[in-house]
């Protein structure tokens, strides 16, 4: 496939709504963000990332290059503010699994659409990730309570659960949506607090808040997606 080609592959199957809400949603960061003379590394994390999850939501496999270039951002960021456990996440972890991803959705994309075909785990399966999340989420609090981190509980559960909402994404399966929820909620008020206490992160802190908007909405997508790909079996 050439360059033209899959980029009209991308570009295709969005709604009408769609098509207008998603690009207001990055104008309006960018607009407050140079507005207010917000870090131009934030303005880059925060464009990245929300180009990343409207992508993912809609599977189509150019989310994982916007996931490359906002994740190399995000590291600078939260090493900036100290926020250890998200550092080691993105570096060790966001990175690699990001490239692991197109190779991953790739064997599984609709040819009509261009998009991934979408999935959910069984129900023993998800009980055991969910569990395994908040166990490890313990553990890594009291570690990054040692290391002085400036969030520990907050930072730990968002470190964990992000790992298990990526792992679940380039497996294709709707539970990362509640994974995400989890990252979402908290790390807005995470980067809101970091905000209160000086540092100049605006963007970042819309951008973890649209994170979450976007999450309700695509779990309420891939929910009719995968309903109606099982009625036409």
Known sequence: ??????????????????????????????????????????????VCGISYTILAGKGKISCFLFGLAGTMCYVYIAFKNHLYGNVLLYALYYFPMQVLGIFRWKKHLKKESGEIVKTYLPQRERRLYFGAAIALSAVLFFILKITGDAAPLMDSVTTVFSVGGLLLTVKRCIEQWYFWLVVNALSAMMWIQAYLNGSNCLATVFMWGTYLILTFYFLHTWKKCIVSEKGSR
Do not use: N
């Open 1 to 46: 496939m050439g360059i033209a080609e899959f980029i009209k592959s991308e570009l295709s199957g969005w709604g009408r709504i769609e098509r207008v809400l998603f690009p207001l949603e990055i104008l309006l960061i960018i607009v407050i963000s140079l507005y207010i003379g917000d870090s131009k590394v934030a303005l880059v994390s925060a």
